[in-house]
T-cell receptor
C-alpha cells in the first residue's frame, strides 16, 4: 500500500454535471499531482499542487480545477462533464516536486 | 501527446520465460522510470534509472538506458502469473511525468 487514498472508487455522472474527486496524500507529503488515464492509454498529467498552490498544469481546460488543503489533502473538480472525461483519475503524492511519487488506486469516472 | 512510447503494445509469454519491453522517448531526460499497473488500478513504481546510468537491477527486473538512442528497455526474468499487468515508462521534469501508452503483459500458467 502506498498510503495515498482516493474517493470515491467508482462513480457515474451525467454529461453537463460537476464532479469532485478526493485524495489524501501519504503522511508527510506536501505535493499532490493528478493524472487522467483514459482506457488503453497512459496517464496524462492534469496539474500539481505544492503547499496549497498550483505548481504546474498540463493541457487540460479550465473546467478542470483543483484545491490542496492545509493538511495536504486535495480535490479535483471537473465542471460541465463531457463523455470524453470518462477515465481513471489518479492522485499521486510526494515530498516536494521531485520526490519519489506514490500513486493512489484511482477513481473511475463514467460520464453518460 | 505522450513523451514515451512502449513497444510492443501487448506481450503474451509462458510462466518462467523472460519478458522484454522497450520504451522510446523524444527529448533529453534526467531520469526514466518504469511503473506497473494491475488491471486499471494504481501505478506501482518499479525502478528509476538516471541519465548517467546504463543499467540497473532490482530483483527480477533489469532496466537499460541508451540516451544516444533515446530508448530504454525493461526485462522481467523468470516471469510469474503475478507479473501480468501493464507496464509504463515515464519521463519528466520535476513536477510532471509523461507516460507512454504502456505494454500489456500476460503471463500464462
Amino acid at each position: 500500500e502506498t498510503g495515498v487514498t482516493q474517493s470515491p472508487t467508482h462513480l457515474i455522472k451525467t454529461r453537463g454535471q460537476q464532479v469532485t474527486l478526493r485524495c489524501s496524500s501519504q503522511s508527510g507529503h506536501n505535493t499532490v499531482s493528478w493524472y487522467q488515464q483514459a482506457l488503453g492509454q497512459g496517464p496524462q498529467f492534469i496539474f500539481q499542487y505544492y503547499r496549497e498552490e498550483e505548481n504546474g498544469r498540463g493541457n487540460f481546460p479550465p473546467r478542470f480545477s483543483g484545491l490542496q488543503f492545509p493538511n495536504y489533502s486535495s480535490e479535483l473538480n471537473v465542471n460541465a462533464l463531457e463523455l470524453d472525461d470518462s477515465a481513471l483519475y489518479l492522485c499521486a503524492s510526494s515530498w516536494g516536486a521531485a520526490g519519489s511519487i506514490y500513486f493512489g488506486e484511482g477513481s473511475w469516472l463514467t460520464v453518460v | 501527446s505522450q513523451q514515451g512510447e512502449e513497444d510492443p503494445q501487448a506481450l503474451s509469454i509462458q510462466e518462467g520465460e523472460n519478458a522484454t519491453m522497450n520504451c522510446s522517448y523524444k527529448t533529453s531526460i534526467n531520469n526514466l522510470q518504469w511503473y506497473r499497473q494491475n488491471s486499471g488500478r494504481g501505478l506501482v513504481h518499479l525502478i528509476l534509472i538516471r541519465s548517467n546510468e546504463r543499467e540497473k537491477h532490482s530483483g527480477r527486473l533489469r532496466v537499460t538506458l541508451d540516451t544516444s538512442k533515446k530508448s530504454s528497455s525493461l526485462l522481467i526474468t523468470a516471469s510469474r502469473a503475478a507479473d501480468t499487468a501493464s507496464y509504463f515508462c515515464a519521463t519528466g521534469s520535476d513536477y510532471k511525468l509523461s507516460f507512454g501508452a504502456g505494454t500489456t503483459v500476460t503471463v500464462r500458467a
